[in-house]
């Protein structure tokens, strides 16, 4: 079976006054259904550009995008994402953010919030269906960003640093229920990070991004046992995983080269 989603030579260059400027070097990404996969790598290496290509909402320069074997390049609508904010409407209630995604899609709204309710009840936001976003904390408003992701009813996800503006303890919170809401509905997640520790204990694979151009410097498989525990990341296995990422991190190229 063809790849949920593959990047088959993608590559992406912006015209500058001073020159062309490479973003993304031209690259292969294949990407499993149900797979948990995150992209890490410092600020300026492409894995937004990459978002924004595999989303449609960018044409490469080079390469294409497949999904389910399919040419999906520069097509919008067939991932849902989902950025750092959580860009909730502020005049429309928690339920009715949540079933912006299916309205959109020409889901009249009585069955939407239907099918939306119980998501809510089940996932964390009992009791919040009716309050509006500046009621909500920063946790809950990513809750209900994430469920109308979700109910945009496509196979793959992106999440581009979902969690990285909320404090310590909510983010861990954040983690556990994404890890409930992947288990149950197995999307595929593709998921921007700069938390090397977030990617090991969310991830099946890690694809460790270098810059100048932005491009994969190593794909890492994370084999730890799911359901996983937070006593996991004191585990040789979680160590050498996150060695082994930051080693890349900073030194790059010349790690690999020397490998």
Known sequence: MPAKVQLDRVGMAFTTPAGTFRAVEPLNLSIETGRFVSLVGPSGCGKSTLFNVIAGLL???????LIDGADATGIIGRVGYMLQKDLLLPWRSVVDNVILGMEV??????????????????????????????????GMRQRAALLRTLLFDTDVILLDEPFGALDAQTKLQMQEWLMQLWSDFRKTVVFVTHDVEEAIYLS???????????????????????????????TPEFIAIKERCLNLLTTGPSLQEAA
């Open 59 to 65: 044409a490469p320069t080079e390469g294409r995008v």
């Open 204 to 234: 099946d694979e890690i694809h460790v991004m270098g810059t100048r151009p932005g491009r994969i410097l190593e794909t890492i498989p994370i084999n730890l046992p799911r359901p996983r525990v937070r006593t996991s990341s004191l």
């Open 105 to 138: 899609q020409g889901k009249p709204r009585r069955e939407a919030r239907e099918r939306a309710l119980p998501l809510l009840q089940r996932y964390g936001l009992s009791g919040f269906e009716h309050l509006y976003p500046n009621s909500l904390s920063g």
